[in-house]
């Protein structure tokens, strides 16, 4: 990624002449040296912005210690704030189930529709699904959250004939909104693939089919796993939507249709309560911090996975 | 079965994938128009809310929405597009351009809430102003921020080097190519990106409920930045969870189909000036 400047640094180091500039000349080159540095204050700016995120809830949240001790708050079931129980491990818990199995409804649906995007679908039919998925990703979550809360929580309820909060409605639910996330990286991943590769394997006598899933399919892995880990991260960090159906109550999941409470959900449900530096209102900072680290590790892992597969 | 055959079944299901997306957004947008529609009306929309009484109204939440949106671009967009100036223009290959790259990527991947927290911690008590619309508006611009960043590195990116070239060899300084060849030219990709966000934006919640408040001026419309305002999306997620009104079920409704027509118009009416400027601007491509 060469930038402009590189370029032209090359190019107008042998060429200036020595004249003098006029007036208006050196107003523009002061106002060119000002922008210069405008414009890389605000890039350091954006760096300023993540790092004072990091260490604000940061240090708010490793104060919690001072009340908890890290045992009790990871490995402790026992969330009784307002008898000095910090256990957070059913949020904890709950929050992996949860993303863990919204990926697994969302996957199969989004792998298929990123195929069909990409290799079958007619021109009109992609014209269709090209806005419908920017659509899907631009629905406000709590609309999402209410469709749930209004549909899905009472079709469940009176399948299972009791409440129909729980883990189960909001993976549902997730999995709809990671699904387009998915399945536009992925289709960016499958269509960005050489056109080589499907050529020789159809011209090897090999079915459309057998094309998508021996050679396309594995070659487009590192871009599918990009896209299931951005998903991951949206399904980790959503918090409206699973606030409306999964119950909230601060226990472990008894059952995929048993109330509970993740660690976004918590924070939303009892910073109202809570005082500003009191062991609870920092026990919430922690779990903010708990999801800022995992969000920023995932961040990481993608970049392993980019680069490993720049290597090849 | 011969591979034909799998060749043949894999295809119809592929379809039935790619048919039943559409016919879940389809039943998806039926669903809330079809139950929010109903409770529009203009009283609705431009009525104050009511705390324990049904028939209350959702103009001041509405309001709030945009003007907290307003404020938000206000504040992100002149750092959004500096930032992506610079990583379009001026980066060279060294740490700090990492730095800043990382820092874009990481900023995108913050879930919401702890956006939200972070303003509360920084907005709400250090500066000491409580819940309020400015509040919001500014932890909402953080939320904007690497959006805006990355739809201008690459609107700008995706400018002909020649455009660059030829603005410099008539003479002009980087800031005036900058301001009046590259930007221009890069114009219809930047707006989409800002349109994209303010769809986002408006729909967002977890970020405002702890910056913004839970509850509206007493006087609609307020301007002043330092009073408390709820949205419109907030307002959606309070009646259907802690409010007493007994008619909440109705006011959530309406004010889903709001937010989604509101939505609607900004994914598909705003993104055809930008579509039309950039086809007079490419020849139409």
Known sequence: MNSY???????????????????????????????????????????????????????????????????????????????GKFGAFPFLFSTVVLTLLSVVFALPL??????????????????????????????????????GLTVIVPFIGKVVKGTGYGILPAAIILAIMIMPTILSISEDAIRSLPGRLEEASLALGATRWQTIWKVLLPAARPGILTAVILGMGRAMGETMAVFMVIGNSPQMPKSLISSTTVLTTAIVKDMGNTNYGSTWNNALFLMALLLLVISLLLILIIRVVARRSELK | MTSKQIDRIATAVLWLAGILIIALLGWFLIRILGDGLPQLSWKFITSKPQEISAGGGVGPQLFNS??????????????????????????????????????????????????????????????????????GACTLALLNLP??????????????????????????????????????????????????????????????????GLSVSRMFPDFNPMKIGETLSVHLWYVQSEALVPDAKQIAQGSAALLLIVVLVFNLLIGIPSRILQKRLTGGK
């Open chain 1, 5 to 83: 400047v590189d370029k032209l640094d090359e190019k107008s180091a042998s060429g200036r002449a020595a004249w003098k500039p006029s007036r208006w000349m050196n107003m523009q080159n002061k106002a060119d040296a000002t922008m210069r540095y405008v414009f890389i204050i605000s890039a350091a700016l954006v760096a300023a912005v993540i790092f004072s995120i990091i260490v604000f809830v940061g240090m708010q949240g490793v104060k919690t210690f001072a009340g908890v001790s890290p045992w009790e708050f990871f490995f402790s079931t026992d969330w009784t704030p307002s008898a």
């Open chain 2, 66 to 135: 945009f003007y907290i949106l307003f404020l938000s671009l206000l504040l992100s967009l002149p750092i959004g597009m500096g930032a992506g100036i610079y990583l379009a223009v001026y980066a060279k290959k060294n740490g700090f351009t990492d730095l800043i790259r990382i820092s874009v990527e990481a900023l995108s991947s913050v879930p919401s809430i702890v956006f939200g927290l972070f303003g509360y911690l920084l907005f709400a008590n250090l500066f000491g102003w409580k819940f309020s619309i400015l509040g």
């Open chain 1, 110 to 147: 989004a792998l298929a529709g990123a195929i069909f995007t990409a290799k079958i679908a007619p021109n009109w039919m992609r014209e269709i699904l090209r806005p419908a998925t920017d659509l899907f990703v631009g629905i406000p979550s709590v609309v999402y959250g209410l469709i």
């Open chain 2, 147 to 212: 959006v805006l960043v990355r739809v201008t590195e690459e609107g700008i990116r995706a400018v002909p080097a020649s455009y660059w070239e030829a603005s410099l060899a008539l003479g002009s300084t980087k800031w005036q190519a900058i301001r009046k060849v590259l930007v221009p030219a890069a114009l219809p990709t930047i707006i989409t990106g800002i349109t994209l966000t303010s769809g986002r934006a408006l729909g967002e919640s977890a970020i405002l409920i702890y910056t913004a």
